[in-house]
């Protein structure tokens, strides 16, 4: 349509007005008229005529057609009306539907955000990438006090401890190794009191064998002194024996529709050093060192909720290097734990387990009872509000004695975390516990508390300054009270 306007646009004829083709019209009919007048012309048309050239004005069929088509065209003005000059016809181009602009329309440049997303952790580390590996390593600097009290006498000392920690994770596309060490140095600086020096290892390996199936295979080794707060910690002693542990687990979870089975098994073993009395006398304490198994099976039912319910049950033994101890009682073991509860997930705010059984442990020799409980363990992670973590723990234990005619004790504890960010460098701890140790026999029940705070101020990525304090006490029934107060305060500084 667009390429027809145009070139009648180009037109002569539609270049001059309609009057002056009206006029032209007239002319050309007079003239023919008066040349019909003559003989010489109407014998020329008679003869066109007959020959069915022209028509009886003397006009070819060409031109007879013509000027119709001319006529046809031309818009006549109402008689007596003032004629106007002639103006151009002026056709205006229609714009075309689709051009380069409505097909590949321009854009405008991406402005440059001035608020960028900000950093859910700005002080985690970046670590240094080896091979697909990453390494995180730090350093933690602290000067640091401690004072116990046992209820007949009291030990304190000031002390440095550096705590050099590394874990390397791997960047694998499936898969997944984690790697963990620590190692404590403590080195007196005045006062009395036993160094505690720890060393502790882990690996735990991931296996994603199929979209069902996932293998977890783990290791450990830890190293320190016994806790004054154990059940067989040598009393009066003015540094407590060194313990070593090392544990291997392998565990196999598969989908089978809308159940999730567990099998695993776990093994250790454990060696005790020599415990130092204030008299400068030495206890060994190699009748504990034991090896120790234990088998768990768990079913767990996908509902396709936040909750998803479980039953699991294991069977475990303890085997000692002595058939006797030192008070010649067989201190080998067997136990059996059933338990039944509930898993939950929902999503970054709240997940965790809790669990309610029974658990017995039935030691070999005879004349010592078996350590029965019924059983609460559990775990939670729970974030209230952004920059807030909960986390909250239940267990039971069962633990042997070394006491003569005493079969051991169920230990019962609820522990709690609480991290907070009070601005985006500075970050607050609390922490508090409180355990019941329930004793087979006739050794008075003790409970202990403790509670904890501390701080971290980050300067940078890199560099922060900490600090914290940690009170702990146990009572025990009709006898004396102990505490353990500690407080430090350094730097640390990590990759």
């Keep these: 349509m667009a390429s027809r306007l145009r070139k009648v646009s180009r037109s002569r004829f539609y270049a001059a007005p309609p009057r002056a083709g009206l006029a032209s019209l007239l002319v050309t009919a007079a003239c023919l008229a008066g040349a019909g007048e003559t003989r010489a012309q109407a014998i020329s048309n008679e003869d066109l005529l007959l020959r069915g050239i022209t028509d009886d004005g003397g006009l070819s069929d060409t031109e007879r057609r013509r000027l119709l088509r001319a006529a046809d065209r031309i818009v006549e003005d109402p008689v007596g009306e003032e004629r106007l000059p002639a103006q151009p016809v002026i056709v205006e181009p229609i714009e075309p539907v689709q051009s380069a602009d409505t097909v590949n329309p321009p854009t405008a440049p991406v402005a440059v955000q001035e608020n960028r997303r900000d950093d859910p952790d700005p002080f985690e580390p970046v670590g240094i990438r080896v091979g697909t590996f990453i390494l995180r390593p730090s350093v933690t600097q602290q000067i640091a006090h401690e004072h116990q009290n046992d209820g007949t006498a009291t030990v304190s000392r000031t002390y440095s401890r550096t705590v050099l920690d590394t874990e390397i994770e791997s960047d694998w596309s499936r898969h997944q190794l984690v790697i963990g060490a620590e190692q404590v140095i403590d080195k007196t600086i005045s006062g009395d009191g036993s160094e505690d020096p720890q060393t502790s290892v882990n690996a735990d390996l991931r296996l994603d064998i199929s979209s069902t199936t996932t293998a977890d295979l783990s290791f450990d080794y830890q190293f320190g002194r016994e806790d004054q707060t154990d059940a067989n910690a040598v009393t009066n002693a003015i540094a407590q024996a060194e313990v070593h542990s090392f544990g291997a687990s392998a565990a196999l979870t598969h989908l089978f529709g809308s159940w999730r089975g567990t099998a695993s098994i776990d093994g250790g073993r454990t060696t005790f050093g020599s415990a130092e009395l204030s008299s400068g006398s030495l206890v060994s304490l190699s009748d504990r060192n034991e090896n120790n198994y234990t088998v768990t099976l768990r079913a767990g039912l996908e509902t396709g909720s936040a909750y998803r319910p479980f039953v699991e049950g294991d069977f475990g033994q303890i085997i000692y290097d002595d058939a006797l ?118 050794t008075p029940n003790q409970i202990v508390a403790g509670a904890g705070a501390g701080m971290t101020w980050w300067l940078n990525r890199y560099f922060a300054i900490d600090g914290g304090v940690t009170y702990e006490r146990r009572f025990n029934d009709g006898g004396t009270e102990e505490d353990d107060l500690f407080v430090g305060v350094g730097m640390k500084v990590q990759r």
């Design 325 to 442: 101890d030192s008070s010649g009682f067989a201190r080998s073991s067997k136990t059996y734990g059933l338990r039944a509860g509930v898993a939950t997930d929902f999503g970054e705010k709240l997940t965790g387990e809790v669990s309610v059984g029974y658990a017995q442990r039935d030691i070999d020799d005879s004349r010592l009872e078996p350590i029965q409980a019924f059983t609460v363990d559990g775990f939670a992670t729970w974030s209230p509000r952004r920059g807030t973590n909960v986390l909250m723990g239940l267990s039971t234990s069962l633990e042997d004695s070394t006491t003569a005619d005493e079969s051991g004790s169920v230990y019962y504890a609820a522990t709690a975390e609480v991290t907070h960010r009070l601005r985006t460098n500075l970050q607050a701890n609390a922490s508090g516990f409180i355990g019941w140790r329930d004793y087979v026999g006739t």
